[in-house]
Every structure is written in structure tokens, then in C-alpha cells.
């Protein structure tokens, strides 16, 4: 499966954790999204890399979030001192060249995260 | 502020029938629109996209339809398959270059076998 792959697809932890999402995107793409989906709701921008360049960031992203793309190829997303209200699937999407070609976004499975 | 907008949260159709999809958006800054459909518990699976400058783009039983002056899009699905149920997302794009996407709240569709 050369799709985009995230894990773990499932995490509980407690509120004030620290909690990490890993995503590896098709291996062709070197643009790299993270959107949070909450229960009744379509999913939100976060934050946008172009290869290991994090270029946008949405307002949505607090200080307690970090993303990381490092090497240009796999991305985490890292939640600090999580609090009830992260509670969402983390989905990691990407695609290729400029989304002005008219290429779409192609999303992973998500990480669904659960504070308690 | 909810840019792209689907005011049915859930719609209902008889196997073999066409199920119609309705999203409408404010931004007139948005030029390319997509459809995703999403299983519980699975990311969002591209559909079919249609760019602003068409009204029309098909894809096998897949239709969407743009209707610029209304800020509306359609999806239509005919004939309508029990495993097109699915939750339904209308995303639009900004003018080239933007890097994210705006999505509605969705539409849950049931086909009845």
C-alpha cells in the first residue's frame, strides 16, 4: 500500500500529556498537510509543509502544538500538555507539485486522539 | 465562520435511485471544489473535483455541478449503491497557490437496499 499511512490510528491519554502522531505520505509528494477533525464537523487546516519547509500555519495551531518535517519525507505533530478540548482525529494528507495543476489532497486514515 | 456550508446533515435514497448532494459556499475567492467521501473511523477519500471555470464534471456514476452565481455545487450519484453510504464532504480551494482546503460539516448518505 503506497498510500498516506499515520500512526498510531488510536490514542488515549490523560489531560496534560504529551502526545506525538507520526505520518508518512505517499512517497512521491512533497507537500505535506495535517487537518483535525472534530465529531460533527468537517475537517480544519492546521499546517502545511512544502519538502521540510513548514510554510503555513493555521491559527487553529496553539503553542502547544509542533510540527516537524524534518528530512522532507515522514512529518510528526506533537501535542504538549493536552487538554480535553484536542480530542479529534489528526488526519496527515499530501500532495505533489503546486495545487494550482489542480492535484488534490490525498488523506491517511487519521489518528484518533482521546484525552481523559 | 463557516465558508463552505451543507445544510442536510443526512439524506436517505432507494438503491438505484439518484442521491443529490447539495454544498454552497460564500468565499467567491475559491476556484476549485472537491468532493470527499469518509467511512466511519477512515480519512476522507477523494471523489471527484470540478474547477471554477466549468459547470459540469463527470466521473462514471459521478456528476458535479457548479452553479458560480449561486455559490453552489451539486453531487449527483446515479443509480444510488448501498456502498455509496458514506459521509459526504464538500471542500473548496482558494485562487492558485493556496495550500488548504475549507470543508463543510458533511452529509451523511443511507442508500435503502
Known amino acids: 500500500d503506497t498510500g498516506v499511512s499515520q500512526d498510531p490510528r488510536h490514542k488515549i491519554t490523560k489531560r496534560g500529556q504529551n502526545v506525538t502522531f507520526r505520518c508518512d505520505p505517499i512517497?512521491?509528494?512533497?507537500?505535506l498537510y495535517w487537518y483535525r477533525q472534530t465529531l460533527g464537523q468537517g475537517p480544519e487546516f492546521l499546517t502545511y509543509?512544502?519538502?521540510?519547509?513548514?510554510?503555513?500555519k493555521s491559527r487553529l495551531l496553539s503553542d502547544r502544538f509542533s510540527a516537524e518535517r524534518p528530512k522532507g519525507s515522514f512529518s510528526t505533530l506533537e501535542i504538549q500538555r493536552t487538554e480535553q478540548g484536542d480530542s479529534a482525529m489528526y488526519l496527515c494528507a499530501s500532495s505533489s507539485r503546486n495545487m494550482a495543476s489542480g492535484n488534490t489532497i490525498y488523506f491517511g486514515e487519521g489518528s484518533w486522539l482521546t484525552v481523559v | 465562520d463557516q465558508q463552505v456550508k451543507q445544510n442536510s446533515p443526512s439524506l436517505s435514497v432507494q438503491e438505484g435511485r439518484i442521491s443529490i448532494l447539495n454544498c454552497d459556499y460564500t468565499n467567491s475567492m475559491f476556484d476549485y471544489f472537491l468532493w470527499y467521501k469518509k467511512y466511519p473511523a477512515e480519512g476522507p477519500t477523494f471523489l471527484i473535483s470540478?474547477?471554477?471555470?466549468?459547470d459540469k464534471n463527470e466521473d462514471g456514476r459521478f456528476t458535479v455541478f457548479l452553479n458560480k452565481s449561486a455559490k453552489h455545487l451539486s453531487l449527483h450519484i446515479v443509480p444510488s449503491q448501498p456502498g455509496d453510504s458514506a459521509v459526504y464532504f464538500c471542500?473548496?480551494?482558494?485562487?492558485?497557490?493556496?495550500?488548504?482546503?475549507?470543508f463543510g460539516t458533511g452529509t451523511r448518505l443511507t442508500v435503502i437496499p
Open positions: 509543509f512544502q519538502n521540510e519547509a513548514q510554510l503555513e
Open positions: 512517497s512521491e509528494h512533497n507537500r
Open positions: 471542500a473548496a480551494r482558494k485562487q492558485t497557490g493556496a495550500n488548504n482546503l475549507f
Open positions: 470540478i474547477s471554477s471555470i466549468k
